[in-house]
T-cell receptor, first 108, second 116 residues
């Protein structure tokens, strides 16, 4: 019952920006958008989160549209180690509701 | 600062046996969560502790699963008796504050459970 829609898979060339889209058209005004990723069989890794303003940290940037119905995670210079499944999550309650995510493959 | 740790990393048991998984949260984190991913499915929430109290256990699949967090530090998740469908990866996460829409959860590496 995830509230987000993401493409199943994407490719990106090494060194280029990876732009991962997420639709969350039913998001409520006080619900945050979180991004996590899972590299191979490791635990989910927190990347970034935001409410309505764009956010940037050392890992990525998060661009949220003005109507908040969609967002884009940007990895500015993708490396081979960024190959992972990326999850966009609209935080409804205490728990994180993971969907299927986007499998990003960074290619040399 | 040490992250969330989980033990064991792998466990292989036979159907009907008991297994206990352990999670040590980040020091100072009052909130502790258990999740799991069973074969071919998405990661699903199991339960949430605030200190030693169960805040939400709506995701626990049945009464064969028992989670405890005595003293509000580490937590254990016991499966007794284990069934084949319990196979999967069990993740633990912790967070610091109680503002549930804004606290960031940090995940451990998971315990891979295989029930034969």
């Amino acid at each position: 019952d995830a509230k987000t829609t993401q493409p199943t898979s994407m490719d990106c060339a090494e060194g280029r920006a990876a732009n991962l889209p997420c639709n969350h058209s039913t998001i409520s005004g006080n619900e945050y958008v979180y991004w996590y990723r899972q590299i191979h069989s490791q635990g989910p890794q927190y990347i970034i989160h935001g409410l309505k303003n764009n956010e940037t940290n050392e890992m990525a940037s998060l661009i949220i549209t003005e109507d908040r119905k969609s967002s884009t995670l940007i990895l500015p210079h993708a490396t081979l180690r960024d190959t992972a499944v990326y999850y966009c999550i609209v935080r409804v309650g205490n728990d994180m509701r993971f969907g299927a995510g986007t499998r990003l493959t960074v290619k040399p | 600062e040490a992250g969330v740790t989980q033990f064991p990393s792998h466990s292989v048991i036979e159907k009907g046996q008991t297994v206990t998984l352990r999670c040590d949260p980040i020091s100072g984190h009052d909130n502790l969560y258990w999740y799991r991913r069973v074969m071919g499915k998405e990661i699903k929430f199991l339960l949430h502790f605030v200190k030693e109290s169960k805040q939400d256990e709506s995701g626990m699949p049945n009464n064969r699963f028992l989670a405890e967090r005595t003293g509000g530090t580490y937590s254990t998740l016991k499966v007794q008796p284990a069934e084949l469908e319990d196979s999967g990866v069990y993740f633990c996460a912790s967070s610091q504050v109680s503002g549930f829409r804004t606290d960031t959860q940090y995940f451990g590496p998971g315990t891979r459970l295989t029930v034969l």
